[in-house]
C-alpha cells in the first residue's frame, strides 16, 4: 500500500510561484508512474502533469511552459514546481501514483489559491 502526503500548498500572488511536494511512504516511487491532478469548486478532477517510471513528462496545456513536474526517488519524492501562476489555477491539487495507470494511489490534497 502507498501512502501519499502532499505539501506546499498556499495563497500567492497571480505571477507567484510556489512547489509542491509528494511525500510516499508504504512503498517506493521508483516503480510507479506519477501524476498531479487539480480540482477547483464545481469542475471535473483533471490531470496537470505527469511523469513516468522513466522520466518522461506529459503536461496540460494550460500549465505547458509553466510548470514543471519531477521526482527524486532517492527522496521518495515528487514535486511540482509551478511559475507564473494565473487565478485559474486556484485548486487542490492531488498527487497520484500507479503501477500501470496513473492514478491507483491519491493523497488527501493540498489547496493552491492565486489571487489577482
Known amino acids: 500500500q502507498v501512502q501519499l502526503v502532499e505539501s506546499g500548498g498556499g495563497l500567492v500572488q497571480a505571477g507567484g510561484s510556489l512547489r509542491l511536494s509528494c511525500a510516499a511512504s508504504g512503498s517506493v516511487l521508483s516503480d510507479k508512474n506519477m501524476a498531479w491532478y487539480r480540482q477547483a469548486p464545481g469542475k471535473q478532477r483533471e490531470s496537470v502533469a505527469r511523469?513516468?517510471?522513466?522520466?518522461?513528462?506529459v503536461y496540460a496545456d494550460s500549465v505547458k511552459g509553466r510548470f514543471t513536474i519531477s521526482r527524486d526517488n532517492g527522496k521518495n519524492t515528487v514535486y511540482l514546481q509551478m511559475n507564473n501562476l494565473k487565478v485559474e489555477d486556484t485548486a487542490a491539487y492531488y498527487c497520484?501514483?500507479?503501477?500501470?495507470?496513473?492514478?491507483?494511489?491519491w493523497g488527501q490534497g493540498t489547496q493552491v489559491t492565486v489571487s489577482s
Open positions: 497520484a501514483a500507479g503501477i500501470i495507470s496513473y492514478n491507483d494511489y
Open positions: 511523469i513516468s517510471r522513466d522520466g518522461s513528462t
